[in-house]
C-alpha cells in the first residue's frame, strides 16, 4: 500500500528521542570523610608544633633554673669561657661548624699524642681562657681545695674549705711523714697537699646539673661519673663524652665540656 507523502517522516518524528547517557562518577570518599581526614591532619601539625614549642620551653626554663641555682656571675663566667673557646675552635677548625670543632679537639685529647688538657691552644689563647677562670669563685662550687696546711707533732695538717647549699665549713685531715724524710721531702708534701683538690658533690655546680637532668642520657651518665669517681683525667673524660655522643649545640653539655677541660 502506497503511505500518503510525509508519512515517513511524521513517524519518525514522534518516535521518542535517544537521550544523550551521563556517566555519573560517585566520590570513592564522601565530602565528609575528606573533611575529617583534612582536620585530623590539622591536629597532628598543630600537636606536634606545640610539643616542639613545649620541649623548647622547658629547656629554657632548665636554662633559667640552673643560672639560678650557680648565681647569674657565675652563670656570666661560664658563658664568657665558652665564647672565647669557641672563637679559638673557629681559628683552629676554620673549615668546621662549631659542635664539629669541639668533637675534633675531644679527639685530639683522646689520641694520647699530648698531656696538657687544652690541646693545641697556644700561650695567648691559654692565657685568655685561664684568666677568665682564675677571675671566677665558680670554682669553689666545683671543687674542694686545701686552703691552709701546717706541721703539728711530726705530722702534716691542712684543712679543706667546703663550699655547698649555701654555706662554707672547713674540714681538716692529716698525713703522717714517712721515717727518716727529710725537711726537703717534708716541704714537698706539703706542697703537694696545697694543690690538692676534690669534686664537690654538694657544690652548685654539680647540685644544679642533678636538678636539671631529666632524661638527658648525657648529663646522668657525666653525674654517675663524677659521683663514682669525682675528679676525671681529661683523656678519660674525652674517651667517655665522645662515647655519649654529646650535642654541643646544648648549653648543658657545653657547660661540662667547659668544666672539666678548662677547671
Given at each position: 500500500n502506497k503511505q500518503p507523502a510525509g508519512t515517513t517522516h511524521r513517524i519518525l518524528h514522534s518516535l521518542p528521542q535517544a537521550q544523550p547517557r551521563l556517566r555519573s562518577i560517585r566520590p570513592s570518599v564522601s565530602c565528609h570523610k575528606i573533611t575529617d581526614m583534612r582536620n585530623t591532619t590539622i591536629y597532628f601539625i598543630l600537636l606536634f608544633l606545640f610539643s616542639c614549642n613545649f620541649q623548647k620551653s622547658d629547656y629554657q626554663k632548665n636554662i633559667i633554673l640552673f643560672e639560678n641555682h650557680i648565681g647569674k656571675e657565675n652563670a656570666k663566667e661560664l658563658t664568657k669561657l665558652i665564647n672565647e673557646f669557641e672563637k679559638y675552635l673557629e681559628e683552629k677548625y676554620p673549615n668546621e661548624a662549631i659542635d664539629?670543632?669541639?668533637?675534633?679537639?675531644?679527639?685530639?685529647?683522646?689520641?694520647?699524642?699530648?698531656?696538657?688538657?687544652?690541646?693545641?691552644?697556644?700561650?695567648?689563647?691559654?692565657?685568655?681562657?685561664?684568666?677568665?677562670?682564675?677571675?671566677?669563685?665558680?670554682?669553689?662550687?666545683?671543687?674542694?681545695?686545701?686552703?691552709?696546711?701546717?706541721l703539728e707533732n711530726g705530722e702534716i695538717k691542712y684543712s679543706t674549705c667546703y663550699y655547698g647549699a649555701d654555706t662554707v665549713r672547713n674540714e681538716s685531715g692529716e698525713f703522717i711523714i714517712p721515717n727518716g724524710d727529710n725537711e726537703d721531702s717534708v716541704r714537698i708534701y706539703m706542697d703537694d697537699?696545697?694543690?690538692m683538690k676534690e669534686f664537690n658533690l654538694n657544690g652548685k655546680y654539680y647540685t644544679g646539673l642533678d636538678l636539671i637532668k631529666g632524661q638527658d642520657s648525657v648529663i646522668i651518665g657525666y653525674l654517675d661519673a663524677k659521683f663514682a669517681a669525682g675528679c676525671i683525667s681529661s683523656k678519660l673524660f674525652s674517651q667517655g663524652f665522645l662515647y655519649s655522643k654529646p650535642d654541643f649545640k646544648n648549653y648543658f653539655h657545653k657547660r661540662i665540656f667547659i668544666v672539666e677541660l678548662f677547671y
Open positions: 664539629s670543632a669541639y668533637t675534633f679537639f675531644l679527639r685530639n685529647i683522646n689520641s694520647g699524642y699530648v698531656s696538657y688538657h687544652a690541646v693545641g691552644i697556644n700561650k695567648i689563647w691559654d692565657k685568655r681562657l685561664m684568666e677568665i677562670k682564675d677571675r671566677s669563685s665558680f670554682k669553689n662550687e666545683i671543687y674542694l681545695y686545701t686552703d691552709s696546711v701546717w697537699i696545697k694543690k
